[in-house]
């Protein structure tokens, strides 16, 4: 059985920082492609992130770069999100993907919020 699970949400003041994480299982890990998305209310699901398996390529959304590092450590199973300089329009329920198996974790909210 396919699984993601996302932890690391939570409220944070603008420019401030959170770490996501994001354990696999259910299928091998270390040749998946993986990717965060967000969606905020009322907005399209939107791709913030992506990471190829052996993490020598990775890919990010305008809005975030130099911001947010995806990252990944295979011998866990899990992939990261450190998200810093958080601003209010990073606010959204964050989710982990495996594209590969069409995988989805259940999400994890972030709200930057003073």
């Known amino acids: 059985q396919v699984q993601l699970v996302e932890s690391g949400g939570g409220l944070v003041q603008p420019g401030g920082s959170l770490r996501l994480s994001c354990v696999a299982s259910?299928?091998?890990?270390?040749?998946?492609?993986m990717r965060w998305y967000r969606q905020a209310p009322g907005k399209q699901r939107e791709l913030v992130a992506q990471?190829?398996?052996?993490?020598?390529?990775?890919n990010y959304a305008d809005s975030v770069k130099g911001r947010f590092t995806i990252s990944r450590d295979n011998a866990k199973n899990t992939v990261y999100l450190q998200m810093n300089s958080l601003k209010p329009e990073d606010t959204a329920v964050y989710y982990c993907?495996?594209?590969?198996?069409?995988?989805w974790g259940q999400g994890t909210q972030v709200t930057v919020s003073s």
């Open positions: 993907n495996a594209p590969s198996w069409d995988a």
């Open positions: 990471i190829d398996r052996i993490a020598s390529i990775t």
């Open positions: 259910g299928f091998t890990f270390n040749v998946a492609n």
